[in-house]
């Protein structure tokens, strides 16, 4: 399984990004599909997950705000991220990790969201 993530870049306070996670190697719907990030002196933590039978769960810090969604067909599950604010800067991940599995085995690399005035 490999993933590639992009769509990160600068963006203004309120701006909006979408970053994709390309999936390949496997089956998508065998995966659940998670974003994560990493802010600079920060520990990573999670912001979305994207399941094939399950709805999908956000951190707190960004309900309301961003949106994750699956598309089958292109292999490829999306972070919306809207209003976004200072606090959202970070490097951005996407991991997978399958239906029977413990733990997010596949990562892809980092895209980097920056937002500032």
């Known amino acids: 399984v490999q993933l590639q993530a992009s769509g990160g870049g600068l963006v203004q306070p309120g701006g909006s990004l979408r970053l994709s996670c390309t999936f390949s190697g496997g089956t998508l719907d065998f995966y659940h599909i998670g974003w994560f990030r990493q802010a600079p002196e920060k520990e990573r933590e999670g912001v979305a997950v994207s399941s094939r039978h399950d709805p999908p769960t956000y951190a707190q810090s960004v309900k309301g705000r961003f949106t994750i969604s699956r598309d089958t067909a292109k292999n490829t599950v999306y972070l919306q991220m809207n209003s976004l604010k200072l606090e959202d800067t970070a490097v951005y991940y996407c991991?997978?990790?399958?239906?029977?599995?413990?733990?997010?085995?596949?990562w892809g690399q980092g895209t980097q969201v920056t937002v500032s005035s």
């Open positions: 991991a997978a990790k399958g239906v029977l599995s413990t733990g997010y085995n596949y």
